[in-house]
């Protein structure tokens, strides 16, 4: 079980440190695998603060070059350097606001993997895409667009569930995750609106491997409770 917190554009260097400071004295659940994700200026503090504890720090996307005229773009190699441990790519965030499409998702992900980051992967449908029932076919070409990896996880996140309150359902979740894991057979969480209230019963969905957690991530508390609810013991 994987709970993974994405921080978004949240937390610079200063709050990170005091957050991380907490997150490691809590005891953590032997059988859930933690990770924070904060904005690139705030990593070499968590790397810092969490080194020597089983907390994993990841940073929130990755280019696939290793250097170059790429302006406002960070590196594999950049975030090794650092002590980070792995990366998101692919969040929707990054695909509806930034133009991210599945060829650049897929070329992040190979590099970070190849690199030696672990790489979560975001994929997800819109509300249109999913009234429009195209669910389905909008995961498959996303998921067709990454390569299988050891080192890779999936986060399927409705893009309509993130940030708004609104969870797909256990069963929705559970039969989006049939559907990723039959195109790529690899860890899977899944993300959006999971909050302490919740993550249970999401986490007890049979093909669901942990949680990608945004908003409820940037409380230490309410992380915590997410973390504990991934628990089997
Ligand atoms: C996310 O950012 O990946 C996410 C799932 O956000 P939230 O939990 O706030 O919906």
Not at 31 to 46: G, K, N, Q, R, W
Not at 203 to 225: H, I, K, M, N, Y
Request: glycine content about 10%; overall charge negative; charged content about 25%.
């Amino acid at each position: 079980m994987l709970v993974a917190g994405n921080w978004k554009m949240f937390k610079g260097p200063g709050e990170t440190l005091a957050f991380c400071r907490a997150l490691r004295a809590v005891p953590r659940p032997a059988d859930v695998d933690v990770v924070v994700c904060p904005p690139y200026v705030s990593l070499a503090e968590a790397v810092q603060v969490l080194a020597g504890t089983e907390v994993g720090v990841f940073a929130q996307n990755c280019h696939w070059a290793d250097d170059g005229a790429f302006t406002g773009e960070v590196s594999a190699s950049m975030l090794l350097e650092l002590g980070v441990y792995g990366t998101i790519v692919g969040h929707s965030e990054r695909r509806q606001l930034f133009g991210e499409t599945d060829e650049a998702v897929g070329r992040r992900a190979r590099a970070a993997l190849d690199a030696g980051l672990d790489v979560i992967a975001c994929v997800g449908e819109t509300e249109a895409e999913r009234d429009a029932g195209e669910t389905e076919a909008v995961l498959r070409r996303q998921v067709s667009a990454l390569e299988h990896d050891d080192n890779l996880v999936i986060a399927y996140e409705p893009v309509w569930a993130i940030g708004t309150g609104r969870t797909a359902t256990p069963e929705m979740a559970q039969e989006a995750h049939e559907i990723v894991k039959s195109v790529l057979d690899v860890p899977l969480l899944y993300g959006g609106s999971v909050k302490p209230e919740n993550a249970r019963e999401l986490l007890a969905q049979p093909a669901v491997d942990g949680a990608l957690v945004g908003g409820a991530s940037l409380d230490l508390p309410s992380f915590e409770a997410i973390c504990r609810a991934g628990s089997r013991s």
